[in-house]
């Protein structure tokens, strides 16, 4: 049976997170916490940030009001609409600078979305949304399906099936590109072909990974280097 579709994950697939602003990001959030009590430092902040991000992938919050509700309770730092509203304004204000476009994702994109029907597939907080938006990405995926409005995350299989769904395609009419093994491993378990992408900076990184790997002996159907590569495989 022919390729008919395509399911993408979105973060080091698609894009990357540019340190330095994230920092100036980070930095900025305790600037307006410590004016609520907040006195910790920028590392503990960002490991307890990461640490949230994490924990609200799978539908805990559904907006980011209910996120910055979370973790401002969670930081043991008073609640009022006016520091909501502060830390709203402040992320919105970084959005369309700290996450980067990986050269050749919006070509890919084009490309693919002219012959294949297209879906993106990604575990993340309720920020994604807005960045994704952002990114002027909506246009390309007729299905976009986001961990944590589904209420589940890769590589639980239910969420590639969602996609699917969204799609109207069979497993085996479509093909999952992520960075990550444990994505793609979920992925074959659904019935997909698989691509691995590994680019910078995540290649890097990438074994630090290993340890939630299923299966040590996954081998992806197809792998490449940069997301412009994956148009030799499709």
Partial sequence: ?????????????LMYIDDKVERK???????????????????????????????????ETKNMREFWVFLTKSLGVSMNPMLIHKLEKHRKQYMDKTYKLYDGAIFVLSNLSEKYKLALVSNCAPDLSDVIEALGLHSFFES????????????????YLEALRGLELKPEECIFVADEITDLEGARRAGLKTILV??????????????????????????CGKIIEVLKFI
């Fill in 25 to 59: 990001y980070r930095e900025g959030i305790i600037s307006i916490l410590r004016r609520h009590g907040y006195d910790e430092t920028l590392d503990c902040f960002s490991s307890f940030l990461d640490e949230a991000y994490r924990n609200n992938r799978a539908g």
């Fill in 1 to 13: 049976m022919g390729l008919k579709g395509v399911l993408v994950d979105f973060g080091y697939t």
């Fill in 144 to 159: 976009i399906i986001l961990s944590y409005k589904v209420g589940t995350k890769k590589p639980d299989i239910r969420i």
């Fill in 198 to 223: 590994r680019q910078e900076p995540r290649a890097r990184t990438f074994f630090a990974f290993h340890d939630e790997i299923q299966d040590p002996n996954f081998k992806p159907d197809y792998e």
